[in-house]
Every structure is written in C-alpha cells, then in structure tokens.
C-alpha cells in the first residue's frame, strides 16, 4: 500500500500532516511513504530526515498519487483533480465550508475522510485532531494576548511599588480554552472563565480560576460540545457578562460549534466599554468570530482595545502541531488498513462518523445538504 504526503499550498499553512517518526511507523507496517519534497521544510522536518525513516521523498504528482493521500488542509479542486480516483483522503475537510470540493471528491470517486468529524467517543481520542490542534491555540492566544498587552500578567511586588496582576476572562472551557486557562495562570494571571456547559466547573477550578455561573439554563449538545444557542439566550447572556467583559484586561474567546456560525458573544458595545490597553484574542475568528468587531485575519484597534483575529493559530507553532496531528492521522489510516490493505468498514463508528464521500456519493448528511443547496 501506498501512501502519499503532499506538500500544504494554503497561504500560511506550516503544517505537515505526517512528522518522519511517524513516517517511521508507517514504514514498519509495510506501508510506503512518499513525502513530496519539502512539505515538512515549513515544520523544520528536512527531507533527509523523511529519508532516515525509510520514506521516499518526491515528487506533487506522486505524492497525490497514492491509495492514500494524508493532508491539514483541504484540497483545493486542481488538487482534488490530482487524486487517484478510488484512492482514500484523510484531512480536514471542513465540509460545511467547501462544498465544491466536497462535491469534486464525490464525483472522483474518493472516499474522502475528515478529521473533524471523528466521533468524540474514547476509542477515537488518538485520532481527535480538533482537540490536538485546539489545544495548541488556547496556549498561543495566551502568549499572543500577554504581548500586545501593555501590563504585567504576574503580581509583582517589588521596592518601587505594587503591581496588581492582570485579569483574563476566557470564554469557553473547551479544549482550547482549558489550555487558555492553564497558560494564563502559570503567567500569573488572575483567570475568570464562563462556558454554558456546567458540567466543566470542577476543570476550570481544578486550574486555579474562577467559574462564572449566570442565572441561564445549561447548554450541553451531543459529543461534549455546546449545543446551538438561542438568540434570546445569547441577548441574556451578553446582558450579563458585559460587566465581567468591562472588567478584564484580556479577554479570549472560543465558543464553536462544529458546523455552524461561531456565536456572538462580546457586542460592539461591550468592547468600547473595556479599559483602554486591552486586548481580546477571538479563537472563532474563522468560522465568523465570537466578537461582533472581529475581522477574520486582521488584528485591529477599535478605540484604545486590540482584538486579534488571526487565523489558523496551530499553525504558528508547526512543529508541534504537526506531531500531534501526525499521531491522529496516521492513527486514523491505520485503522482504515488491514492486512497491508485498504478496507473500509463501516459498521465502525469511527469509519462512518468521519467519512464525508464513498462510491461517487456525499455520504456525510450534513456535507449532502449543503452540497445539494450549492448545486440548485
């Protein structure tokens, strides 16, 4: 069997979905490995170190010429023309924002695998990429948000006076926003952090910040995520975390559902109210921010107050990220493989619940809706 790793070609995209030590692994299974030359260059993985764990370092077509091909981002449609048809593609599809690829996958006859949708059931968590690589934002929102901030995070008592330390408030006690949490803390900071879900009080405690429980009813969905709020519910919400929002010297916000348009959860209103020096770090920038303000890729001033809205946060810190996605990429190929071969079984949750297109046909429902509403 053979598998390819092409290089990434989204503008900004460091990231290499498979590290040589995984490279390494694969091989050991009796699975080729072709790398196209320097896709890990961006992650600082050299192709000689791919040749050290037996991959075969190469050329775009070969790479996109495997049973398998392996990819972070998406493939654009000249990439999705590149595939073999009847070969397999794990990656973060996004299908609900890429219809057209979705629907050229579909027609290519590949049998197209997305990361963000693997089951959040304890079996799959070595594949659960979203938490991998949200982690990683939650812990450099942190560092973006102390740098542009003019204070201490700390409390610094020192001879020429005292400081007091900075307040964070996280929005969101996710993946992301538990890391966020865990980040400001071991800076100094003095952390508050609201999530609809009460049922993570007890982590954001365990962390060493305060739980903010507002007169709401819980929120709690399918797969440990929140589920789709109200519009009342929000109002509601906003009226009562605009005073803890004015209060805070960094906000950071991650509230996401998979799927859908990321909530508003900071108003013009409540920004123009914060202190001046501040600085919110919105994680939602991509799927239409969490902040109304936000601008998705740009870092602006609105008044005296930063809000950043940079994209694709792991990508920031590729070595890492491209470790650990490695590990649930591969993770989820192997399970697709037996016998040196590719069989796909879908009686497996997992299988099912990730794959987006099978024999010419979008088999993802959420991926077919929007697929057939783009086409009309």
Do not use: W
């Not at 170190?49 to 010429?65: L, M, Q, R």
């Not at 949708?117 to 079996?123: D, T």
């Not at 973006?144 to 408030?169: D, E």
């Amino acid at each position: 069997m053979k598998v390819g790793v092409p290089k990434e070609t989204l503008a900004g995209e460091r990231r290499v979905a498979i590290v040589p030590e995984t490279a390494r692994g694969l091989v050991k299974s009796n699975i080729q490995v072709a790398v196209e030359t320097g896709a890990g260059a961006s992650a600082f993985f050299s192709d000689a170190a791919y040749i050290d764990a037996g991959a075969n370092v190469t050329d775009a077509p070969t790479a996109f010429g495997g049973d398998a091909v392996l990819k972070v981002q998406p493939p654009t449609l000249d990439e999705v023309g590149r595939l073999r048809e009847g070969s397999v593609l794990i990656s973060f599809l996004q299908p609900t924002s890429n219809a057209d690829a979705i629907a050229a996958l579909a027609k290519r006859k590949v049998s197209a695998f997305s990361l963000d949708l693997v089951p959040r059931i304890s079996r799959a968590q070595s594949m659960d990429a979203l938490s991998s690589q949200a982690g990683i934002a939650g812990y450099k929102a942190v560092l973006i948000a102390a740098n542009r901030l003019p204070k201490f995070f700390p409390l610094l008592m020192t001879a020429a006076g005292t400081v007091a330390p900075a307040r964070v408030l996280v929005m969101g006690a996710g993946v992301a926003g538990l890391q966020a949490i865990a980040t400001a803390r071991r800076l100094g900071a003095v952390v508050e952090a609201y999530d609809v879900r009460p049922a993570v009080k007890d982590e954001v405690k365990s962390l060493g910040a305060t739980f903010l429980e507002l007169p709401l009813e819980a929120q709690e969905g399918t797969g440990g995520y929140a589920r789709e709020q109200s519009e009342d519910f929000l109002r509601r919400q906003r009226e009562l975390l605009g005073d803890r929002v004015a209060a805070s010297d960094v906000v950071i916000t991650t509230a996401a559902i998979p799927g859908r348009k990321a909530p508003i959860l900071v108003t013009a209103d409540m920004v123009r109210r914060m202190r001046a020096g501040s600085v919110i770090v919105d994680l939602a920038a991509e799927t239409g921010g969490n902040v109304e303000l936000t601008r998705a890729g740009e870092i602006i001033q609105v008044g005296d107050v930063t809000i950043d809205g940079t994209r694709n946060l792991p990508s920031t810190m590729p070595v890492h990220a491209s470790q650990l996605y490695s590990k649930n990429v591969s993770t989820l190929l192997l399970l697709l493989v037996k016998d040196g071969a590719l069989k796909l079984d879908f009686n497996d949750e997992i299988v099912k619940g990730a794959c987006v297109t099978y024999n010419g046909e979008v088999v993802n429902p959420r991926a077919k809706e929007l697929v057939e509403a783009a086409t009309k």
